[in-house]
């Protein structure tokens, strides 16, 4: 297995025990994903050399998951391959300038959302536009608008289209959303097209958040649930 880059190698050790947990072979796992991804795609994915897409990952972890697993595993499998698979990208793909998450609270111009977005885009593992539309909910983040987002050509259409772009750039504890709305409120107050005029929506955006007790678990149920409608 390549080891090169110590980041991308304990992914594919997480996934490569996932597998040996489960007891299954590539090609019985491909069958369980209906060939997507595919045996080729899969082994490769836990080969170390390069960082699988995230719906490659996720569909790694939905193949192997046992209940065995789940009682050995101190972290949900789902949300831990997650955070290998960010740790990998960032690694491989982040430029060399970006250190650390844009910080919401030095926001204060449209200019600087638009900005803050990307860099986060960036930290959260350049998801492309197509994974983070099918980690959001039917309709709430297009491929072709985050494309857009993700470009600097546009910012997220309204509040919800916010929180769904951030939620699939790994933003999803209830107090880290809020800042990243206040930033928007302030940002978008110097917005002369239609955002600025529609500031009242805003102001409410937080009415869209869950309660405090509530997990941001969406982002993992979300897509688990479609793999294994997939897989079945």
């Not at 998450?101 to 986060?120: C, E, G, H, K, M």
């Not at 930033?183 to 869950?210: E, N, V």
Request: glycine fraction near 4%; proline fraction near 6%.
């Amino acid at each position: 297995m390549d080891r090169t880059v110590p980041a991308r190698a304990k992914l594919a050790d997480f996934l490569r025990g996932l597998k040996d947990t489960a007891g299954l072979t590539y090609e019985q796992m491909a069958k369980k994903t209906n060939g997507l991804p595919s045996k080729a795609t899969l082994e490769r994915a836990a080969s170390g050399a390069s960082v699988p897409a995230w719906d490659t990952v996720s569909a790694f972890v939905t193949a192997t998951l046992t209940a065995e697993l789940w009682l050995m595993s101190d972290t949900e499998p789902m949300v831990r391959a997650r955070d290998l698979w960010i740790r990998a990208r960032r690694v491989t793909r982040a430029p060399y300038y970006v250190h650390k998450a844009p910080n919401p609270a030095l926001i204060s111009t449209p200019a600087d959302l638009s900005r803050a977005l990307r860099l986060q885009h960036i930290w959260a593992g350049y998801s492309s536009p197509g994974e983070m539309e099918r980690m959001s909910e039917p309709g709430e983040l297009p491929a072709s608008t985050t494309r857009r987002i993700i470009k600097g050509d546009i910012l997220p259409i309204d509040p919800k289209q916010t929180i769904a772009f951030l939620k699939a750039c790994d933003v999803l504890e209830r107090a880290d959303l809020e800042s990243w709305l206040d930033a928007a409120m302030r940002a978008l107050k110097y917005d002369s097209g239609s955002r600025g005029m529609h500031i009242s929506r805003w102001s409410r955006a937080k009415d869209l958040l869950p309660q405090e007790e509530e997990r941001f678990d969406e982002l993992f149920a979300y897509r688990e649930k479609k793999e294994r409608k997939r897989a079945a």
